[in-house]
């Protein structure tokens, strides 16, 4: 029975992988930070199942700061292949916290490469580093290969580049099966809020419900390569199915701009937008003339990276993997899953007015903070 152990499980791409290698026969361990609130609503539902959990799907508290807790978490569980999604992921957060975003996304990645070598387990134990379009930054060549000269702008992607060099250097040192995928943006519902298409898909919902005026964006010109993430996962797996270690690209090979992003969700929600004006004063404006996408130069990076577009032809070529999901279909996924989660809240909240209403007219004088979460 293969067993694998993902840190980062609680995100986007760990939830996704989780419930792939379940479906595949995998027990799995995921490493989940300590937090004083639950951080698992990805997982709820595997969580939540008593045929999966603590039966298939253990989970476990740790952190890429801790070696010891690594080595015990090795030794303890034994895996064969070991899928490193864990990290400081926003760019832009990382301006804000080099030193940590450092320790984890870099130095994480070889205390866990050490801990493998020091358990024993280099020729048992397959290794995975989720690495990232980031690398490239000021683009050397376009579209972006495996052998295309990285130069990264941020923090974040400087991080990443120390991790993806340690890699290859355990691999060609001591034998370690450990590949890298450069992974370029990859998007789907389970996104986190703070990053820029989730951030997009969840306000032209909100606004399309009138729970929301407008949203405030960065750089509406950055150009990004975005793909499906469940397909990205997939072609995680298949990189440890290789009988030979290696790094690949994982892309589209398709670019769009943020502003290309916006226009698709929120015509996807019924609201067509149409954009004026340059720089930190282009707005996009629905048919009624009311101003509901805005430039704020907060968002700025400090160095920007203006365009990222992968060629996958090594992944193509030697995985059997390609993309399917569309562009297109990927931005109407996002915004009619949060289009729904905004009627939801819509009704939520009429209700919650309603039930207001009919306790003040029975005179029992109560307020909203009853029902404030």
Known sequence: MKIALITGITGQDGSYLCEQLLAKGYVVHGMIRRASNFNTQ???????????????????????????????????????????LAAQSHVKVSFEVPEYT????????????????????QKRA?????????????????????????????????????????????????????????LFNHESPRRGETFVTRKITRAAGRIREGLQECVELG????????????????MMWRILQQEQPGDYVCATNEMHTVRDFCQNAFTTVEMPLTFEGEGVDEVGRDASG??????????????????????????????????????????????????????????????????????????MGTTTKMFEP
């Open 42 to 84: 990805r997982l709820d539902h595997l969580v939540s199942d008593p045929e999966v959990y603590n039966q298939r799907l253990f989970l476990h508290h740790g952190d890429l700061t801790d070696s010891s807790n690594l080595n015990r978490l090795l030794e303890r569980i034994g895996p064969t292949e070991i899928y490193n």
């Open 219 to 234: 750089n509406l010109d950055a150009q990004r390569d975005w793909g499906y993430a469940p397909e990205y996962t997939e």
């Open 102 to 121: 450092a320790e984890v996304d870099g130095v994480g990645t070889l205390r866990f490469l050490d801990a493998i070598k020091e358990a024993g387990l």
């Open 290 to 363: 009311n101003i509901r996408v805005k430039v704020n130069p907060q968002y700025f990076r400090p160095s920007e990276v203006e365009l990222l577009i992968g060629n996958p032809e090594k992944a193509r070529r030697e995985l059997g993997w390609e993309p399917k999901v569309t562009f297109n279909d990927l931005v109407g996924i996002m915004a009619q899953a949060d289009w729904q989660l905004a009627r939801q809240e819509k009704a939520a909240r009429a209700l919650q007015q309603a039930v207001l209403q009919s306790l003040n007219l029975a005179g």
């Open 126 to 182: 397959r290794f995975y580093q989720a690495s990232t379009s980031e690398l490239f930054g000021l683009v050397q060549e376009v579209p972006q290969t495996e052998k295309t000269p990285f130069y990264p702008r941020s923090p974040y992607g400087v991080a990443k580049l120390y991790a993806y060099w340690i890699v290859v250097n355990y691999r060609e040192s001591y034998g370690l099966h450990a590949s890298n995928g450069i």
